[in-house]
């Protein structure tokens, strides 16, 4: 069987997402006054649902695409379109990864995966 070239493209674009608000998350806390540190804490506990979100989602994405089951590509895209509406300000980040997502579902239904 071959393997969805669509989800691989999308799990890792969402690891290097995932990577860089870690980091930029990070970098915030340790960079900058008492007040910086604490518009940090506010903006990370305003996006923990969106984390948690895409993070579960990361993780449907990598088992939908090793064990070739288009239910996990399915569940993959709506994660991803919920966590774009949790956190609408990072909306264009999630939206190539939400549409590989629903392509990939719909080509491995398709395809009878």
């Known amino acids: 069987m071959r393997k969805s070239i669509m989800l691989l493209v999308s799990w890792l674009l969402v690891l290097v997402y995932m990577a860089l608000m870690i980091m930029s998350i990070s970098k915030g806390f340790a960079d900058g006054s008492d007040f910086e540190k604490l518009g ?7 996006m923990y649902p969106h984390l948690i979100t895409v993070a579960i989602g990361l ?14 590509a399915l569940t993959v895209a709506i994660l991803y379109t919920v966590g774009m509406v949790l956190f609408p300000f990072f909306f ?22």
């Open 92 to 113: 264009f980040m999630l939206l190539v990864q939400t549409i590989l997502s629903y392509v990939a579902y719909a080509k491995m239904k398709r395809e009878g995966w």
């Open 59 to 72: 993780l449907f994405n990598i088992l939908g695409w090793a064990l070739h089951k288009p239910g996990y």
């Open 40 to 46: 940090t804490a506010v903006m990370t506990m305003m």
